[in-house]
Nanobody, 127 residues
Framework: QEDLVESGGGLVQPGGSLKLSCVVSRRAFSMESMGWFRQAPGKEREFLASVTRSGVRSWDADYANSANNRFAIYVDDAQNTVYLEMNYLNADDSGVYYC?????????????????WGQGTQVTVSS
């Protein structure tokens, strides 16, 4: 029933990996840009990364610096699914991860410009 449904979160030990999935409805998948946000404990929801229909990827500067190429965003068109692959996780990566879709990469980055939101999936990195 939902337009975006996230899955793949959970408890993982430091150094481990998770691949988050977001299954997207047809109407949401028609958006120009899809991406991921994270809300860490006690912090505001923040933009992480997006990918457009043409394959252009955009990363938040601070996130990109901290991730240091540990993460990747990609889309499976056949399955209408967008992924966030996360490797070498640490405690600072913990939070609720949200999938979103919007009419452009610029609009999606704002958060308020997103046309569709998922319910989020919890990621906890802990021993």
């Amino acid at each position: 029933q939902e337009d975006l449904v996230e899955s793949g979160g959970g408890l993982v030990q430091p150094g481990g990996s998770l691949k988050l999935s977001c299954v997207v409805s047809r109407r949401a998948f028609s958006m120009e840009s899809m991406g991921w946000f994270r809300q860490a404990p006690g912090k505001e929801r923040e933009f992480l990364a997006s990918v457009t229909r043409s394959g252009v990827r955009s990363w938040d500067a601070d996130y990109a610096n901290s991730a240091n190429n540990r993460f990747a965003i990609y889309v499976d068109d056949a399955q209408n699914t967008v992924y966030l692959e996360m490797n070498y996780l640490n405690a600072d990566d913990s939070g609720v991860y949200y999938c979103a879709a919007g009419p452009s990469a610029g609009a999606l980055r704002l958060g308020a410009g997103a046309a569709f939101w998922g319910q989020g999936t919890q990621v906890t990195v802990s021993s």
